[in-house]
């Protein structure tokens, strides 16, 4: 495996970003990979890692670079109430599709230049707060990104401007997302909303729930990581990123564009 750190020029400064890739692929199909709230960490690293062992060249961006490079959260303090924890709150809220959608630009430019990715096609995955980047990186950029997964994804289809529920219509690659059975940030009033919304547009995408999990299930760090579920969730992201980026593996379950499975 072959990881660096690096910094991407943007608009706004230089996001410093994990990268990993595998060592004796000569080139390799990229993957961004949108960091949670509470930023980057060795749990994400290690997910990235995941990825990559696969066949893939992954992006892990530092979305708070804003704040500073490196910046980071102390995930051992972020209980409600926290000092951490308002921190967390204020980063998040510093940031919006519009913000994150123009890093991604500037991430393509990268991708674009760097002699161990395959070809312009590319996949995203985002947990948490950034399943809503990972879903607009798609309707963004549609004839870059041929697959998008939303893992728990909160503000989905929300009543603001920039909801990356309007742009459905736009997206062609696939998408995909896991969701929670009990999950207050990402409730099934908004899953239902979601889903009507892309029968509606059309695009290819699969809308999962996982019984008897909790918002965060796949972070093995996480006090209610799911095991089973985790597992279940990288079958369905190699699957995806696998038909789509590389040709291989099973077929999408949705038999025809806007029909869930």
Sequence with gaps: MIERQVEIATKAGRMDSFICHPERARRSPAIIFYMDAPGIREELRDM?????????????????YRSGSGTALDASV?????????????????????????????????????????????????????????????????????????????????????SPHLLASKIKGELYFACAEVD??????????????????????????????????????RYCYDRSAAERHWERLFALFGRRLMGTGPASPTSRPGRPA
């Design 48 to 64: 990235a890692r995941r990825l990559a062992t696969v066949g893939y060249y992954v992006l892990l961006p530092n979305l708070y």
């Design 78 to 162: 972020l209980q409600d109430g926290s000092k951490e924890r308002q921190r967390m709150w204020d980063l998040v809220k510093s940031l919006d599709n519009g913000l994150v959608m123009e890093d991604t630009e500037a991430m393509l430019g990268f991708l674009d230049r760097q002699p161990e990715v395959k070809g312009e096609a590319l996949g995203c995955v985002g947990y948490c707060m950034s399943g809503p980047f990972a879903f607009s990186a798609a309707g963004r950029f549609p004839e870059r990104f041929a697959a998008a997964a939303s893992v728990y994804g909160v503000r989905l289809a929300t009543e603001q401007a920039d």
């Design 184 to 221: 207050k940030y990402a409730p099934a009033s908004m899953i239902a909303e979601l889903r009507t919304a892309l029968e509606k547009a059309g695009p290819t995408f699969e809308i999962e729930i996982y019984p008897g999990t909790e918002h965060g299930f796949a972070f093995p760090q």
